[in-house]
């Protein structure tokens, strides 16, 4: 059985006595009553992972000794999905639950010009995340990115391939003839799509348009489809 894994902001650079976070401190102790001797595992969304075990057990101020120091390079590809605000608030937080648990390294919410609510909860989305994070065993964290317009984000430099999937009827690639990368970005429309203006602009910044398949898919769904067609190609 796999010991209990938790999330800390930051953790030192050497094992040794470590005060856990109040958060993490009630968990153990008040949720899942673990005592002195206990062992749990720690990381800090960057790729480091400890073993502690736990030396005084208090529901405010729970302190371990940390041992068994891991680093873990950053999985590749580096996937980035740029994704517009949806109407429906609780379908975006289920892409954010699932595009962490399948690998994705960052995630922007795009304001594209047919978006029509822009309901960004920072401190909600971070904890689906760290959620989806813990229970999936990574220790790399999805990074979740401030909101941003479509042509600010588009002229912004990237290191890798750029790709956009739209509805349009013109000439577009399948994801996986694409040279691999190991950084990639992906945008992903509003209900609605991009508009004709956007997609020629995204064309010019050297985005190439992507096929998601032949049906056409919500905006979450097709951020998820994008996401494992890239996560496995």
């Known amino acids: 059985m796999a010991i209990p894994f ?3 902001t930051s953790l030192p650079g050497l094992p040794g006595l ?3 976070s109040g958060e993490t401190s009630k968990h153990c ?6 005592q002195p001797g206990e062992t749990i595992a720690l990381t800090d969304g960057m790729g480091t ?9 208090d529901k405010k101020q729970t302190v371990v000794t940390l041992s068994n120091k891991v680093l873990i390079p950053m999985p590749e590809p580096q996937t980035s999905i740029a994704i517009s605000f949806v109407k429906n608030p609780s379908r975006m937080e289920w892409f954010l639950e699932k595009a962490t648990e399948i690998g994705i390294a960052a995630v922007y919410p795009l304001i594209a010009e047919r978006t029509e609510r822009t309901h960004f909860k920072a401190d909600r989305w971070e904890s689906i ?9 990574q220790v790399w964290k999805t990074q979740l990115q401030e909101p941003v317009a479509f042509h600010e984000l588009i002229s912004r430099r990237f290191a890798g391939t750029k790709m956009i999937a739209h509805c349009e009827d013109d000439s577009k690639n399948s994801i996986v003839s694409l040279q691999k990368a190991v950084a990639q970005l992906i945008l992903i ?3 609605g799509d991009f508009s004709k203006e956007e997609i020629t ?10 096929s998601l398949g032949i049906t056409r898919l919500r905006t979450e769904t097709a951020g998820i ?7 496995n190609r």
């Open 18 to 20: 470590f005060t856990l």
């Open 6 to 8: 938790f999330y800390e």
């Open 201 to 210: 602009a995204a064309l010019a910044c050297g985005f190439h348009p992507v």
């Open 29 to 34: 102790i008040q949720v899942l009553r673990m």
């Open 49 to 57: 992972k400890y073993e502690a075990e736990i030396i005084s057990a």
């Open 225 to 231: 489809a994008a996401a494992v067609l890239l996560q």
């Open 129 to 137: 995340i760290v959620s989806a994070m813990l229970q999936s065993q």
């Open 189 to 191: 429309g509003p209900e």
